[in-house]
């Protein structure tokens, strides 16, 4: 790791300790651009009341308001922890170039956050899953999907 990385990183792991002892989530979140950082974000699922509120998400959130767009490609994100499923998902969506991490999935199993089951319940048939998931009127929404690819100047992302 150069210095530059340690120093991102160590800036994730500070909103992290800061997080939690406003009562947050342990986890923090920075966002750079070549070597300026776009976005700081802690995770606040328990102070805002939403279960996507991670430190990934919120900072997600943040650097593609300030450089307005959805686009973060070029972007670096530097984590307290290797990001959860939807964190993960989230970084991928948003092209984000390179991914660094603190603690390790298994080290937030450790202290009661243990996203392993989620890994597990994304490759079970619809049947088996907790949530009961059942498909239902495709034949309709898959018109408007049908509508989507027909539009000619859509955004893609």
Known sequence: MTNKEDFFLREA???SKESMENKG???????????KI???ASNSVTLD???TAHAEINAIRKAAKKLKTFDLSGCEIYTSCEPCPMCLSAIYWAHIDRIYFGNTKQDAKKIGFDDSFIYDEINLPYKKRKIFTKQI???EA???FKRWEDIEDKIQY
């Open 137 to 139: 009127l495709r034949k």
């Open 142 to 144: 898959i018109k408007v």
């Open 38 to 40: 776009i976005s700081k």
């Open 49 to 51: 009341n939403d279960p």
């Open 13 to 15: 792991i500070k909103i």
């Open 25 to 35: 989530g342990p986890f923090g979140a920075v966002i750079v651009k070549g070597k």
